[in-house]
């Protein structure tokens, strides 16, 4: 069993719309990371939370951790927010993180 | 502040060849990773650096890995004899910590695509 669990592993939506990106663990953690990643390679931090809600723009990032469970929300969906979105789980102090396989998001105008 | 820089970015290579990454991290950053990530798939960790000190290796780093930082600033990722498995991209990262759990986010570098023909 994987320890870290994405759904849905591709998302296709229309510009505007509602986007949910779900992850789920199996691990007790100090702090979990949603990455995102364009084509060609480059990742980019988004949000590093412990616990609650965390918002940037048009992203909305929560965690549970007695469920073991994050979202990633984004409202007002573009297409420029097209890439792949992954969720990234830190035990400890250091970033040995890991990693989902990733969510593609393509957001259609 | 130019961000986390890899060299070069895209590298072919036969099978049985040796072939070596570099990665410049953030000036100020004294945490230094190296990642693997094969297509379709999330990046795996595979070491990691506190300053020049090489403080964690996975079991992915087979003894023909071999990652150094000498002077705690850019890192070097080599790979002897190269094999087909190989074949993927190799991204480094870093962040400034200060021992315990800063809140310190982690940048990538855009990664270094190898393919092993």
């Known amino acids: 069993k994987n320890e870290v669990e994405q759904s849905p592993q591709n998302l296709t939506a229309q510009e505007g719309e509602f986007i949910t990106i779900n992850c789920s663990y199996s691990v007790g953690i100090s702090a979990l990371h949603w990455l995102q990643q364009h084509p060609g390679g480059g990742i980019v931090s988004l949000f590093m939370l412990s616990s609650g809600k965390k918002k940037h723009g048009r992203l909305i990032a929560t965690i549970n951790i007695q469920e073991k469970h994050s979202s990633l929300h984004i409202t007002a969906s573009h297409p420029r927010d097209s890439a792949v979105y992954i969720c990234a789980p830190r035990r400890g102090s250091n970033y040995k993180l890991t990693f989902g396989k990733g969510t593609l998001l393509t957001v259609n105008p | 502040d130019t961000g986390v820089s890899q060299d070069p970015r895209h590298k072919i290579t036969k099978r049985g060849q040796n072939v070596t990454f570099r990665c410049d991290p953030i000036?100020?950053?004294?945490?230094l990773y190296w990642y693997r990530q094969t297509l379709g798939q999330g990046p795996e960790f595979l070491t990691y650096f506190q300053n020049e000190a090489q403080l964690e290796k996975s079991r992915l780093l087979s003894d023909r890995f071999s990652a150094e930082r000498p002077k705690g600033s850019f890192s070097t990722l080599e790979i002897q004899r190269t094999e087909q498995g190989d074949s993927a991209m190799y991204l480094c990262?870093?962040?400034?910590?200060?021992?315990?759990?800063?809140?310190?986010?982690?940048?990538f570098g855009e990664g270094s695509w190898l393919t092993v023909v």
């Open positions: 990262a870093s962040s400034f910590d200060r021992g315990q759990f800063s809140g310190n986010t982690i940048y």
């Open positions: 000036s100020e950053h004294n945490r």
